[in-house]
């Protein structure tokens, strides 16, 4: 078979070994754990599946336009209105599917061959294939464990180059959890768009921030600067919606324009139930949201207290559900990497994990917490088990 030579570029993904090795041993019988996932364990709010049961039920089956339906995109806005004071109209609103195409739209849009794009380091699994993608050069900035796992100006400055294009800033932050306050977000987008660096803030987790930590979002700054940054969002982790694929950006109304020619030759609308489902979950109620948060707060902070126990280095996470501890120092001969010591847990004691290495951070195992109390206790209890040798 002749495949392409751009996706011959593209890694496999190193998730992608865990989770095979998961389905053998389940096939096998074995039960196993997964501390693996990145989606909340609750069920998708009723009022929003009454929503999407009208709309079929209304007949709500066909093609819609392209960057979603009017009171979808003004939803939108009102969410970032609502939220964070940001002045916005439906043309600044774009759905796509999932805040992962979001993603790619807007890399699509904004990379030209050979530009660069800068990554803080640990990042989302999907951004460099991504770049890639796009003909794009990705330009990791390292951060650690003692720093909070956040970037820093002049780390940021160290990176950058005259081919630099682009930043992505991720808070709250898939692997790690930790976020930026809002002063620092500020302090990165006005670096940003001082050098001429377009900034997508991918803001997914935005709502799950934990008190005393304030949600933070670069909305109001995209009002005040459009050209400059757009800001990503979805509902997939916020409302338990990860299988109904609804993410959205605030851009500039004429990057909107350029998302929806990519969309429209790609996959057009997203699916139009879902689009009408959205619509009820960003008008609220948002106590179910809430409700969620407080189930997570008390996760994070059971696991932080057995994993830091373990003597491993690891920031306490203020939001999404995903600590990213330090374990190399528990790495033995038969298992000298992430992605080896993630297979010897599941091959020991059936918990499924993420290795770091997935995330650019090979010193790292990422742990979600997005099951129930009692599982995760047990789960880390076995983890712990395998790391400490008892
Ligand atoms: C940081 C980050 N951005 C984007 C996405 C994509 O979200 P969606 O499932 O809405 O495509 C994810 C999903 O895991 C994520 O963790």
Redesign the pocket.
């Known amino acids: 078979m002749r495949i392409s030579e751009r996706l011959a570029r593209i890694k496999p993904s190193a998730t992608l070994a865990v989770n095979t090795k998961a389905q053998e041993l389940q096939a096998q019988g074995r039960e196993i754990v997964s501390l693996a996932v ?2 909340p364990d609750f069920c998708t709010p009723i009022n929003v599946c009454e929503a999407a049961k009208a709309a079929l039920d209304d007949g709500f089956t066909r093609y819609t336009a392209v960057p979603g339906i009017p009171e979808l995109r003004e939803a939108v806005a009102g969410y970032y209105g609502r939220f964070y004071g940001a002045k916005a109209g439906a043309a600044n609103a774009i759905v796509c ?7 790619y739209n807007l890399l699509m849009a904004l990379v030209n061959p050979g530009d660069e794009v800068l990554i803080p380091a640990p990042y ?3 951004y460099p294939a991504m770049v890639q993608l796009a003909d794009g050069e990705s330009v990791f900035v390292p951060t650690s464990a003692d720093d909070g796992y956040l970037v820093t100006l002049e780390g940021l400055e160290a990176a950058r180059t005259d081919r630099t294009r682009v930043l992505i800033l ?1 808070s709250p ?2 692997p790690t959890g930790c976020c930026y306050t809002q002063a620092q977000m500020e302090a990165i987008a006005e670096w940003a768009r001082r050098n001429g660096i377009f900034l997508i803030s ?1 803001e ?2 935005d709502r799950l921030v934990y008190a005393p930590f304030e949600p933070a979002s670069l909305a109001k700054t995209w009002e005040l600067y459009p050209e400059t940054i757009a800001i ?1 969002g ?4 916020s409302f338990c919606m ?1 299988g109904w ?3 959205y950006a605030l851009a500039h109304e004429d990057l909107v324009k350029a998302m929806t020619k990519i969309q429209g030759q790609s996959t057009s609308n997203i699916n139009s139930i879902a689009q009408r489902a959205a619509v009820a979950a960003l008008n609220g109620p948002w106590e179910v949201v809430d409700e969620m948060k407080q189930a997570f707060v008390g996760r994070r902070d059971l696991a932080y207290e057995i994993i830091t126990g373990w003597g491993a280095p690891c920031p306490k996470p203020d939001g ?1 559900f995903y600590l990213f501890p330090v374990l190399d120092k528990f790495y033995t001969a038969d298992a000298p990497d992430s992605a080896a010591m993630c297979t010897k847990i599941l091959e020991e004691v059936g918990v499924a994990l993420v290795p770091g290495s997935a995330f650019g951070d090979d010193k790292c195992i990422r742990f979600s917490y997005a099951v129930d109390d009692e599982v995760l206790k047990s789960a880390l209890a076995k983890v712990g088990s395998v790391l400490l040798g008892k």
């Open positions: 990145g989606q599917n999932g805040g992962k195409q979001v993603l989302w699994v999907s991720n932050s898939n991918d997914v987790y990503v979805a509902l997939s982790k990860t694929r609804v993410g999404a």
